[in-house]
């Protein structure tokens, strides 16, 4: 049976009001770590070291967002009375901004991480650090449509895709640790186990948004 849609409650207008907006609002910010991701994406895959330029700025207008978010959820808390489920919905949204800004976060390492790796030829795991990319940005862009659609089993269904990026994550991790003959410095091995870690984390924070917003329409945790 379909779990019952979460809506605010009907009797309060003006905090149904408040915590639409504050959805709005969470939805404004995981676009922007959209943004930061495929930016960071372009910077490391194509060497596009002008898109990992934008990267510190849309850093700060995510973080902003975070630290206002955060902000609205404690004030409806302590301030407008919400019910149960009002406030099972408040927390997930403070848990969940928590993991936009850490994808966000780590958008801007692999930016940097582009960078510094640009000197370098590319290596020949580039290719499938790319598709793990891909993965873990579907899976972001699926976390972010579930919380707009309070969709419980879309929100479920991330947990099966973080499979692909953690086998991803231990096949390149493997090649990295076990290259043998390595001409010259070791420092573009240690950016790209650096740049899959990023990723391998990435995918959690954006299946855990997924779980949250599961908790958003059902009160169960995973």
């Known amino acids: 049976m379909k779990a019952p849609v979460y809506s605010p409650n009907p009797e309060n207008p003006q905090l149904a009001r408040a915590i639409r907006r504050l959805e709005r609002d969470v939805l404004r910010m995981g676009a922007l770590v959209e943004q930061s991701f495929r930016l960071s994406h372009q910077a490391l895959f194509s060497r596009n070291l002008t898109a990992a330029e934008e990267l510190p700025r849309l850093d700060k207008k995510i973080d902003r967002f975070y630290?206002?978010?955060?902000s609205d959820c404690t004030s409806i808390m302590t301030l407008q009375a919400p019910s149960a489920q009002?406030?099972?919905?408040?927390?997930?949204?403070?848990?969940?901004?928590?993991?936009?800004?850490?994808?966000?976060?780590?958008?801007?390492?692999?930016?940097?991480?582009?960078?510094?790796?640009?000197?370098?030829?590319?290596?020949?795991?580039?290719?499938?650090?790319?598709?793990?990319?891909h993965h873990?940005?579907?899976?972001?862009?699926?976390?972010?449509?579930?919380?707009?659609?309070?969709?419980?089993?879309?929100?479920?269904?991330?947990?099966?895709?973080?499979?692909?990026?953690?086998?991803?994550?231990?096949?390149?991790?493997?090649?990295?640790a076990q290259q043998r003959d390595v001409q010259g410095v070791v420092e573009p091995i240690?950016?790209?186990?650096?740049?899959?870690?990023?990723?391998?984390?990435?995918?959690?924070?954006?299946?855990?948004?997924?779980?949250?917003?599961?908790?958003?329409?059902?009160?169960?945790r995973s």
């Open 136 to 176: 873990a940005q579907a899976m972001l862009a699926t976390s972010l449509v579930a919380l707009a659609d309070l969709d419980e089993a879309g929100g479920r269904s991330i947990k099966h895709l973080d499979d692909a990026v953690d086998n991803a994550y231990d096949r390149v991790y493997q090649t990295l």
């Open 86 to 133: 009002d406030l099972r919905c408040l927390s997930a949204f403070m848990q969940l901004v928590r993991d936009l800004e850490r994808i966000g976060d780590y958008a801007k390492d692999l930016a940097d991480i582009a960078v510094k790796i640009f000197p370098y030829p590319p290596h020949p795991s580039l290719p499938e650090i790319a598709v793990m990319a």
């Open 67 to 70: 630290r206002q978010i955060e």
């Open 190 to 220: 240690i950016l790209l186990a650096l740049a899959i870690r990023c990723l391998e984390r990435m995918a959690d924070h954006a299946t855990n948004i997924g779980q949250r917003v599961a908790y958003i329409v059902t009160g169960q």
